[in-house]
């Protein structure tokens, strides 16, 4: 008789990953079933399995944010295999509490990200309020409450703005158009300083801005949080509230409001009259989440009544002068609520459904419809039966249909592809007694695109793409008729004439754009701490609606703004280098860029015009070629274990090829340092002293001319050129948790803003000319988790 013993000394060795981006996941759980072995992942990801037999086991393998799954390995001898799990980091609604939430949307670029914590700091502010914390961020601002954020020097339509996985389309042409974004409704905020993300656009010449809601995790539960924000300058607050349910099957569902009321800010000085806001935000969404599958419908209106500084209203070419050699605005009332003209009243809708699935061996298939409905409302300070009337009325539709695949073609190589249609219309209402700044039109995009990225080992890591995009314009445009001559478009475009009248023509342009745009990049890791990010982009920009067809007064910017027709698309090159290190004690990123424009489309003011409506400045859009170049840094020391200190500086310049001389709206050079104390024994306390310092830009173009005044019968230079003094600016912030129930922490927090009461004028400001920025305010925010 024989016997027989089968060899159990075998080991089954290797890694557990992400099934995303490839990042190891420590302290996951393998377990062999039949048997009671079971061992975890180290700190690089890697586990041993000893003693197997040559058999086929199945496998277990779990982690704390991760979907459990099982795999099956036939054991021949040692065997070393590498198990991928879900780790909620792209789907439609899945979060961690601690741990890795968002997948990175660039691999060769640094990504500079504000997470929800931070966010709710700004909670009765605006998106570009939040943005400007960042290094190499600044805002265009039109007061206090239009904030569009400037990114390297560039903004409106050359920065994208995703928000919820759709493109925002919200009239973005306009310097004093904020985005129509509840910045309550941000659970991460992602911001990309270029256009080496293509999945988005291939025309994001500045950067691409990312705001995604929060994740719901896969378990059943029911929770929520409440932030209410009282602020002295202004004498306004905010509400804002949201409540999540989830279950253990997927399904989740979710809602979200918030409500924003100020009155009148002040400057130190002076009341900054009629420059009230109202602004009432709503959000839905409904789901389900599973490993292989999902789906989401997703709904938010944003509505935000705004009013404008009553001081940039003026009359004739006298006051204008008036206004800009005087300290003081021309128009001071007594505190208000209430909101007159000149204001804004927008309205925007978006609705958007979104499926994926997963494949076996070809990867994850999405598709998502989107609709948007932008509504603008301007009010021009009128008189008689016009005076309630909007002087612009705009009404834009856009629906966008997106196919996007992001497979993993091998252990090395990601794959990202896509396809997207967009239709889009607009309608200017005629009735608003005014000739119509923007007209109507049909717009169709096509676009495609696919980057690849291949990890070639440990330390390198290779990013290629390419996208391409067709934009069709079918337009209706009325011109007055002496403009239309003065342009020489009756020699050049007599084509597109479908009728003349008295002193206006009816035009029919049909435009067509073709735009190819790129990206080159590699990413080199040093050890455990250093990162070399480098990344070349090519971005083509088709010119906007603005650009093109502008011929009137654009009310809440309070000037003439003159479009071109015959302009092309932008292209721009941008090249980035940065070098991070990322510490416990000392981190860093050193980020100098250079962009080159061709075609580069800039807006000027040109002179005064005098209208039946008052005296107004008229700008200009016209082509040049550009070049923006810079550098961005950030650094943090923490000094303890409960203090911590962050430093901030950017530096841009920006110089038209084509006149020699500097571009104009360069943010100034600026620096901000802040000092952190945090303890999380002691209540989660948190006080922070931050120092902000803006130098003065000393590289401008001189856009002055002469307006002749009537009352003197003189001519006088308006000085529309000369930039404010530098500044600076303290700022406090403090936070403290409480325990109120077993369920439930209150945060109480406290903030002082301009905390020295400093009177300033930003040069990014378009009401600069009128009145000095706001002056001090303290804040108080109470914050419920439940």
Not at 474 to 497: A, G, H, L, M
Request: hydrophobic content about 35%; overall charge negative; some cysteine.
């Amino acid at each position: 008789m024989s016997s027989f013993s089968q060899n159990c000394d075998y080991t089954l060795s290797g890694t557990v990953t992400d099934l995303h981006d490839g990042s190891l996941l420590m302290g996951a759980t393998l377990i062999v079933a039949g048997t009671e072995q079971a061992v975890e992942t180290d700190l690089d990801g890697k586990f041993t399995i000893p003693n197997l037999c040559s058999n086929t086991y199945s496998i277990q393998v779990s982690h704390p944010y991760c979907l459990t799954k099982g795999f099956t390995v036939k054991i021949s001898g040692n065997t070393t295999k590498s198990f991928k799990l879900e780790h909620h980091i792209e789907e439609l609604n899945q979060i961690t509490v601690e741990g890795k939430a968002y997948s990175n949307k660039s691999k060769t670029m640094l990504e500079n990200t504000i997470a929800e914590e931070e966010l709710e700091r700004f909670s009765s502010g605006s998106l570009g309020d939040a943005l400007n914390s960042l290094s190499g961020v600044s805002s265009l601002n039109t007061g206090n409450t239009v904030v569009k954020p400037l990114i390297n020097g560039l903004h409106s339509s050359r920065v994208v703005i995703i928000n919820n996985g759709v493109r925002m389309e919200d009239q973005e042409w306009g310097a004093e158009h904020a985005p129509n974004v509840d910045i309550n409704s941000v659970g991460n905020l992602t911001l990309i300083k270029g256009a080496g993300v293509l999945q988005y656009s291939g025309d994001a010449v500045g950067g691409v801005i990312v705001a995604e809601a929060s994740k719901v995790a896969v378990k059943d539960s029911l929770y929520g949080k409440t932030l209410l924000t009282a602020a002295s300058n202004g004498r306004g607050s905010s509400l804002t509230s949201q409540l999540t349910k989830s279950f253990q099957n997927g399904w989740y569902a979710n809602v979200q409001g918030t409500l924003k009321r100020f009155g009148d800010f002040e400057a130190p000085n002076y009341v900054l009259s009629n420059t009230g806001f109202f602004e009432r935000n709503a959000s839905a969404s409904i789901g389900l989440n599973r490993f292989n599958y999902g789906i989401e419908a997703y709904y938010s209106i944003f509505k935000n009544e705004i009013g404008i500084l009553r001081a940039s209203h003026l009359g004739g070419a006298q006051d204008q002068v008036r206004a800009i050699n005087s300290n003081r605005p021309l128009i001071i009332n007594d505190f208000t609520y209430n909101i007159n003209s000149p204001k804004q009243d927008v309205t925007h809708h978006l609705g958007r459904i979104k499926g994926f699935k997963r494949f076996n061996n070809f990867g994850k298939l999405s598709l998502q419809y989107d609709f948007q409905r932008n509504n603008r409302l301007e009010f021009d300070v009128r008189r008689g039966a016009d005076q309630n009337n909007a002087s612009l009325d705009l009404q834009l539709d856009t629906h966008t249909l997106l196919l996007d695949l992001d497979a993993n073609l091998t252990d090395a190589i990601g794959l990202k592809t896509g396809l997207m249609a967009r239709y889009q219309n607009n309608f200017a209402n005629p009735n608003t007694g005014v000739r119509r700044l923007i007209p109507d039109y049909d717009k169709y995009d096509l676009g495609i695109y696919a980057v690849a990225d291949y990890r070639l080992n440990d330390q390198w890591l290779f990013e290629a793409g390419g996208r391409f995009d067709f934009t069709y314009m079918d337009v209706f445009k009325f011109y007055r008729t002496s403009f239309w001559e003065s342009r020489n478009y009756d020699q050049i475009f007599p084509e597109i004439v479908v009728e003349e009248l008295d002193n206006q023509i009816l035009t029919n342009p049909q435009l067509n754009f073709y735009n190819g745009s790129a990206t080159l990049g590699t990413t080199y890791t040093v050890g455990n701490n250093y990162k070399l990010y480098f990344n070349y982009s090519i971005a083509s920009r088709t010119p906007n609606p603005s650009e093109l067809f502008s011929e009137g007064l654009h009310h809440s910017a309070s000037r003439i703004e003159l479009g071109d027709l015959r302009f092309n698309s932008e292209i721009g090159h941008k090249v980035s280098l940065t070098l991070q290190r990322d510490n416990d004690i000392f981190s860093f990123s050193v980020n100098p860029y250079i962009n080159t424009i061709s075609d580069f489309i800039v807006i000027e003011p040109t002179e005064i015009q005098q209208t039946v409506r008052g005296n107004f400045q008229v700008w200009e859009y016209r082509q040049t070629n550009a070049q923006l170049l810079g550098v961005d840094v950030d650094a943090s020391y923490a000094f303890s274990k409960n203090i911590l200190v962050n430093s901030q500086f950017s530096f841009v310049k920006g110089y038209d090829r084509i006149q020699d001389e500097p571009l104009i709206n360069i943010p100034a050079v600026n620096s901000r340092n802040e000092i952190v104390y945090q303890n999380s024994e002691f209540n989660n306390i948190r006080l922070s002293l931050q120092s902000e310092y803006a130098f003065r830009q000393n590289e401008f173009p001189d856009n002055n001319f002469e307006v002749f005044i009537p009352e003197t019968e003189t001519m006088e230079v308006v000085d529309v050129s000369t930039p404010p003094e530098a500044y600076h600016l303290l700022n406090f912030n403090s936070s403290i948790d409480f325990k109120a129930t077993k369920t439930t922490t209150l945060t109480v927090g406290f903030a002082i803003t301009n905390a020295l009461n400093t009177s300033y004028r930003n040069y990014l400001n378009r009401l600069r000319y009128y009145a000095d920025d706001m002056g001090r305010n303290f804040l108080i925010n109470l914050k419920f988790n439940y």
